[in-house]
């Protein structure tokens, strides 16, 4: 079993399950990440000059068949190691994962990208598990999200400002965990926030970046 204390504040290289298959049970404070989605239907302008298609080969399959055999995984995993799980699956694939405790989305009034029926103007927020309100005013599940990515080394990096509302959730003292942590956005939000954390991603290369955007003082 793993010592968690050898892991803190560190972008671990390698297979999500195979880590936290080794972490105890609860000895996480707060899951936050998000899982891949929307790769193979990036086909617009925008997701096209960020290399969303040739992301999408490299390393995941945009389909029912991979959210069922390793994202339903990953997040059973989250739920037994964490005391709650803060989670955005998108969209496409969204009846797949289990009921959530709380649910909200970040509302993207600017949003371009079509549907059957029109924009898709909203991303699910699902959030597992329970969060202590006693004593603190509640928080909102959902959030008005007009910021840009944070990090253009990746094609699926998340804006900070809006991943530190979610990091936010985890107690001061606590520890954030993202399993799947790409150029390693929220392990930035949970630094700037005075949080613990510890990031997993199996690419050498965005773990390297995601390294040297902590190691900065001004995190890019």
């Known amino acids: 079993m793993l010592d968690i204390n050898d892991l803190m504040n560190q972008i671990i290289c390698g297979d999500a399950l195979e880590v936290m298959r080794g972490m105890p049970d609860k000895s996480i404070d ?16 925008t997701s096209k000059e960020r290399g969303k298609g040739e992301y999408g080969k490299l390393y995941f399959e945009d389909t029912r068949e991979y959210v069922r055999t390793v994202c339903l995984q990953v997040l059973q995993e989250c739920r037994r190691i964490a005391m709650g799980v803060i989670l955005t699956p998108g969209s496409k694939n969204l009846d797949l994962y289990p009921q ?19 924009m898709m103007d909203a991303q699910p927020i699902l959030y597992y598990g329970r969060y ?62 005075g949080r613990k954390f510890i990031g997993i991603e199996i690419s050498e290369e965005y773990c390297a970046i995601a390294r040297q955007r902590l190691a900065q003082e001004e995190l890019f």
């Open 132 to 193: 202590d309100l006693a004593g603190i005013m509640p928080m909102p599940c959902s959030y008005q999200l007009t910021e840009k990515p944070s990090c253009d080394y990746h094609p699926c990096s998340k804006p900070i400002n809006a991943w530190k509302k979610l990091v936010n959730r985890c107690p001061v003292d606590g520890i954030v965990l993202d399993p799947m942590c790409g150029v390693g956005t929220t392990a930035v939000a949970a630094k700037q926030l």
């Open 30 to 45: 707060l899951c936050v990440t998000d899982f891949p989605y929307g790769i193979d239907g990036g086909r617009g302008g």
């Open 100 to 118: 959530a405790d709380s649910f909200g989305c970040f509302y993207q009034p600017a949003a371009v990208g079509l549907q059957h029926w029109g």
